[in-house]
T-cell receptor, first 115, second 113 residues
Framework: EAGVVQSPRYKIIEKKQPVAFWCNPI?????LYWYLQNLGQGPELLIR????????DSQLPKDRFSAERLKGVDSTLKIQPAELGDSAVYLC?????????????FGQGTRLTVV | AQSVTQLDSQVPVFEEAPVELRCNYS??????LFWYVQYPNQGLQLLLK??????LVESINGFEAEFNKSQTSFHLRKPSVHISDTAEYFC???????????FGKGTKLTVNP
């Protein structure tokens, strides 16, 4: 079974440019998470999807961040425009919904550097 | 809102020494608890989890954690660490009935020869 796939692994962009990250969850996993991980910190939730519905986006900075999961499978997270402080690792995770006692599986993450 | 506190940001130990990484959570309802490990430049991997039943749970590589409801803790222990255990460890909690997964800030374990 393939794991959670994220791309790209690394991205370097200039500030004020747009950037997008892609995530393909494990087949059959309805719940999809996007987390932000700053250096030396724990993951912080940006947005959580149940199928195609964003059920928790309270921590997503909506002035510059957006996300979509149109068909309830893969998802894209976008930043426009990027700022220096957005440099971090963006993690995607998925789990089976309906049973809260299941673990989330994580992708390798996308390391973003804004210069 | 639920939160997770990992009291030690860094824990240096010598090889073959015992180690305990502390985790406390704040929740008044039933919870599911997880420990994840992150090796350098890699994603998070599940180490072990508490869902229900026995309060002591074990991983395949010798770690164990004990759920203590009265102290709202889920400390991670290993009686004898290896160099290869050097990594960052994250405690996480889900409240019963919710898919929201909240992480602590992590503890960096460094095992020295």
């Amino acid at each position: 079974e393939a794991g959670v796939v994220q791309s790209p692994r690394y991205k370097i962009i200039e500030k004020k440019q747009p950037v997008a990250f892609w995530c393909n969850p494990i087949s059959g996993h309805n719940t999809l998470y996007w987390y932000l991980q700053n250096l030396g910190q724990g993951p912080e939730l940006l947005i959580r999807y149940e199928n195609e519905e964003a059920v928790d986006d309270s921590q997503l900075p909506k002035d510059r961040f957006s996300a979509e999961r149109l068909k309830g499978v893969d998802s894209t997270l976008k930043i426009q425009p990027a700022e220096l402080g957005d440099s971090a690792v963006y993690l995607c995770a998925s789990s089976r919904s309906g049973t809260a006692n299941t673990e989330a599986f994580f992708g390798q993450g996308t390391r973003l550097t804004v210069v | 809102a639920q939160s997770v506190t990992q009291l030690d940001s860094q824990v240096p130990v010598f090889e073959e020494a015992p180690v305990e990484l502390r985790c406390n959570y704040s929740s008044s309802v039933s919870v599911y608890l997880f420990w994840y490990v992150q090796y350098p430049n890699q994603g998070l991997q599940l180490l072990l989890k508490y869902l229900s039943g026995s309060t002591l749970v074990e991983s395949i590589n010798g770690f164990e954690a004990e759920f203590n409801k009265s102290q709202t803790s889920f400390h991670l222990r290993k009686p004898s660490v290896h160099i290869s255990d050097t990594a960052e460890y994250f405690c996480a909690v889900k409240e019963g009935g919710s898919e929201k997964l909240v992480f602590g800030k992590g503890t960096k374990l460094t095992v020295n020869p």
